[in-house]
């Protein structure tokens, strides 16, 4: 893992690792609203300040797609280029990971690639694959990536060693413009994939571990909105030092020692290194969740906002983060035990209820543009369809009791 403390530090290590892996020729796959931030052009200029060829690939995309990878596949080919830089959040990652699937297997389609180790390719076989998220994903390490097919209507899985990222450049920096919504919204997408490996049936010790820690982590993090408040205005800081904020101990004792600090005004939390320490906990949580998601399955969370996205195009961390509360709850209901997994201390009943809470402080929404509900007969067949084929949840739930959650989630994004 690449993680200095600051954007130029980072920069240069990758430089570093790129020249030591005799990389000439980059391909960056990046997000729009990332290639039109300062940090972006001081990467380009350092880069190619190092004699390094760059070649961009830039799109605004909730879900990618085979047609994306195809692109890019191409540009990849066509410039002779060496590795790929993914700048950006979890489908950005997904698209480079099944951009480098389809360059190590230019034979086969990503279709005969889906599933469990299709790919049969070490880590280390050509082109280097580096990522750097510019929100909070558990993409940036696992060896998984989602794609979808819109002629078929499926979204589905590339699962091998061969894309997991060869190195992940955590740049705090990269962070500062990043709205406090979508900062909260993709968190809870790394929260549910900590659930969902902890829930699994395909568990272990490493992954209960990373996954519990990963779980505890996000939770307190989310605890302390007010110090994300400034992250898009890092000046304005007046309302946080005027609040009468408890303090409280816990595991993230690094976030209640910078709060401390600023509400005894002893600190700036606009300071960029303060800033940059409470986004390194979420970054390193994100790892870790990452670490678990990629040995472990997924369940009724993933299915659910996979099928969303085939269907309606919406994000998959709004749509799990708003499932997630109510998964939870039935699992609760259903089987109490599978929370045993846990530790000792943990209340699911409480932890339901933070979570509910938690999307209200964030105001976590689903962004759609449809003014109509969707078509659920044909989403629950979906699920239903995506559970038995790779899925792994804890438990097989009756069609009662799925389409009764899914006219949940349906209220909870249409209202």
């Not at 003014?371 to 084929?389: A, C, F, G, N, R």
């Amino acid at each position: 893992m690449i993680n200095k403390s600051d954007a130029k530090e980072s920069e240069l290590h990758l430089i570093h690792i790129l020249r030591e892996q005799n990389v000439n020729r980059v391909l960056i796959i990046c997000t729009e609203d990332f290639k039109s931030q300062t940090y972006f052009t001081k990467l380009k200029e350092r880069m190619q300040g190092a004699g390094l060829k760059l070649f961009f690939y830039t799109t605004q995309v909730e879900n990618p797609s085979i047609t994306l990878v195809e692109q890019c596949v191409h540009l990849f080919f066509s410039n002779d280029c060496h590795a790929i830089l993914a700048i950006g959040g979890g489908s950005i990652i997904d698209l480079a990971k099944a951009t480098k699937a389809r360059i190590i297997r230019p034979e086969k389609s990503l279709h005969k690639l889906k599933g469990l180790g299709k790919i049969r390719a070490s880590r280390k076989v050509l082109p280097v694959l580096i990522t750097s998220p510019t929100i909070i994903t558990a993409s940036e390490s696992s060896k998984v990536a989602w794609i979808v097919d819109h002629t078929k209507q499926i979204k589905f899985i590339l699962n091998d060693k061969a894309i997991q990222p060869n190195y992940v450049m955590h740049c705090a920096e990269y962070f500062t413009a990043l709205p406090n919504q979508l900062l909260g919204g993709t968190s809870f997408g790394v929260l549910v994939q900590a659930f969902e490996s902890l829930l699994s049936t395909n568990n272990s010790a490493y992954i209960n571990k990373n996954a519990a820690e990963a779980i505890s982590e996000i939770l307190n993090c989310l605890e302390h909105n007010e110090l994300f408040s400034n992250l898009s205005n890092i000046n304005d800081v007046s309302n946080l030092k005027n609040q009468n904020i408890p303090i409280r101990q816990n595991k993230n004792h690094q976030i209640d020692e910078i709060k401390e600090r600023v509400v005894n005004n002893e600190q700036n939390p606009a300071n960029l290194a303060d800033k940059n320490q409470l986004i390194e906990v979420l970054q390193n949580s994100a790892f870790r969740a990452g670490n678990a998601a990629g040995r472990s399955g997924v369940g009724y969370i993933t299915a659910i906002a996979n099928a969303l996205a085939v269907f309606g195009d919406l994000s998959y961390s709004e749509v799990a983060a708003v499932t997630l509360p109510l998964i939870l709850e039935t699992y609760l209901n259903l089987k109490p035990k599978l929370f045993t997994r846990f530790a000792g201390d943990f209340n699911a009943e409480k932890v339901i209820a933070q979570i509910n809470e938690l999307i209200k402080t964030w105001n976590i929404t689903v962004s759609h543009k449809q003014t109509k509900h969707l078509p659920m007969q044909e989403i629950s067949k979906y699920v239903k369809k995506d559970i038995d084929s790779i899925h792994s949840p804890p438990l097989i739930l009756s069609d009662e009791k799925l389409d009764e959650i899914l006219q949940k989630v349906n209220q909870r994004i249409f209202g």
